[in-house]
């Protein structure tokens, strides 16, 4: 697993206070919201403050691609190294 992945998921854990869940149980391409780790908009927004916090970087709320870039730790993951540039 990358390093940014594991961030990543420790950073979810954290932020969303998902005490029953490990970083190991979180699959990198599952889907966070709806069928898969089951995050809601409020979780968006939670998870989005922080990433902006944590790596500096720029979310667009109203981009289409943002839904994108949310869809999945490994999406995430792509995003904020991009982001970083």
């Known amino acids: ?5 594991k961030e990543l998921k420790d950073l979810i854990i954290e932020v969303l206070n998902l005490e029953d869940i490990t970083p190991e149980e979180i699959q990198s391409d599952e ?5 898969g780790l089951g995050l809601d908009s ?11 916090k944590k790596y ?3 979310i667009d709320a ?4 943002t839904k994108t870039h949310f869809a999945s730790v490994d999406n995430l993951a792509r995003f904020v190294a ?4």
Not at 1 to 5: P, Q, R, T
Not at 31 to 35: C, K, M, N, Q, V
Not at 62 to 65: F, K, L, P, R, V
Request: net charge negative; aromatic share 4%; proline share 3%.
């Open 1 to 5: 697993m990358s390093e940014l992945v």
């Open 31 to 35: 889907p966070l919201f709806g069928e």
């Open 42 to 52: 409020i979780d968006a927004l939670e998870l989005g403050l922080a990433l902006q």
């Open 56 to 58: 500096n970087i720029s």
């Open 62 to 65: 109203e981009s289409e691609t």
């Open 82 to 85: 991009e982001s970083r540039g």
